[in-house]
């Protein structure tokens, strides 16, 4: 005699911030019988390592019609959600679970612990208070919706189950989008977002280290076709060992990573050193050198004082200046190209880097088979996907967990209005 199926109400397959959202909100609601089936021994793996161990779990960007600025997959479509669920509802949210988040000076929101396992604990806590059942190492290796209403599922090991309702929430492994185009759904073609950009070779590897903010940055590629396309932004930048890091360059390749991915990671990019100062501006700041700071080194005496003294020094040495030269003695042609290095200094950018404080995928399922009000499938009824696996990624600063906290909440929510139980 075969045996009856285990069956759930709601199946949550995907254990990191997107899952629990969707689970607890769905529990703390009512609905009872809900299962988080995790693949890895421990859920919540990427919140663990994520802002460097200590989570920046939003950011304090209050008004939706800002907040959608920050997600170059995404944008304006999510302008609906946000209005339901935004940063501050995450903050209070949390607060309500237990958590205090504590703002930077740059906007971030990490716990006042500063340590991602407190974002852990408190996911795991509230999923375990509602009710929610947690099973580790389970893969959801097949789903497929039942003609009249719910699904069949298949975990990894052979184990069948059944559910009301799905919650796909498996961020960008391969195995989601697989289960999402299994039940009907289109997927755009996932490539990195949120990078750092490699130089090969490195001129300014011996300044590993110096930090400028802000520095304008102007990535130039070719595009299909024969066209140009450019990329800009402004904030701090990290020169490091292979190349270039910091919030600017994330927030730079986030916003270029398809055209990045199709120009085979080769593009030219242009500093602008001078923090946004007018070309007549540094004239002015060289001529004042020139009368106030006469009898001193180039190498010893900075234009302004934030410019970084290594980074002045190795602009120098490109000019082919003398350090010991002075103020006073330094020729008009070598002034020029001085203004102009700290203008436009271009360099080649060669490929990604190898490491990242934050990486994302962009591409998943496509937001338009959504309804963004509830994060269910336009396709497959009693569906809902949420987090990573769709379309959407934002720039560096929080943003992405904030879409798990926000496309999670609305699908719990939902899935316990339609009346699951
Ligand atoms: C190093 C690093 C640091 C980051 N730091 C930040 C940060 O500070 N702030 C920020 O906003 N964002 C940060 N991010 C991005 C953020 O971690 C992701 O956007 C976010 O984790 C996506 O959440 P998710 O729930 O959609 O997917 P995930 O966090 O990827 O969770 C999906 C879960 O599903 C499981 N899974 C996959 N397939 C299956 C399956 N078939 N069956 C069952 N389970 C499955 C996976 O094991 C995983 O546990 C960082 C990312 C990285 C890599």
Partial sequence: ???????????????????????????????????????????????????????????????????????????????????????????????????ELVEEADGRLFPSSNR???????????????????????????????????????????????????????????????????????????VPSLFTLALRPNPLVALAGVVMDPVDLELELAAPGGAVERFRQRGPLLITHWGFSGPATLRLTASAARALQASGYRAELRLDWS????????EAWFAACRRDQARRQLSNARPWPELSRRLWQHLLEQEGVEPERRWADLPKRQQQGLIEALHRSRYA?????????EFVTAGGVAL??????????????GLHLVGELLDVDGITGGFNFQHCWSSGWLAGQAIATAGAT
Wanted: with cysteine.
């Fill in 1 to 99: 005699m075969a045996s009856e199926l285990e069956h759930w109400s709601l199946v949550v397959a995907g254990g990191g911030p997107a899952g629990f959202m969707a689970a607890i909100a769905a529990a703390e609601a009512g609905v009872r019988r809900v299962l988080v089936l995790e693949s890895t021994p421990e859920p919540l793996g990427k919140v663990l390592i994520s802002g460097g161990g200590r989570c920046n779990v939003t950011h304090a960007c209050w008004d939706p019609r800002d907040l959608v600025r920050a997600y170059p997959r995404g944008g304006q479509a999510l302008r609906g959600p946000f209005s339901r669920f935004a940063a501050g509802d995450a903050v209070a949210w949390f607060a309500d679970h237990g958590l």
């Fill in 116 to 190: 991602s396992s407190s974002v852990i604990a408190c996911l795991r806590g509230a999923a375990e208070r509602a009710g929610v059942v947690l099973r580790r190492q389970s893969a959801l290796v097949a789903a497929s919706a039942n003609p009249g209403g719910g699904f069949a599922l298949e975990v990894r090991g052979g184990q069948q189950l059944c559910c009301d309702r799905l919650v796909l929430a498996t961020g960008s492994h391969p195995s989601g989008r697989r289960l999402a185009e299994g039940l009907g759904h289109g997927v755009v073609p996932p």
């Fill in 275 to 282: 923090g946004g100062r007018a070309e007549p501006e540094l």
């Fill in 349 to 357: 950018v060669a490929g990604r880097g190898p490491f990242g404080e």
């Fill in 368 to 381: 338009g088979e959504v309804n963004l009000a509830t994060m269910e499938s336009r396709r497959v009824p």
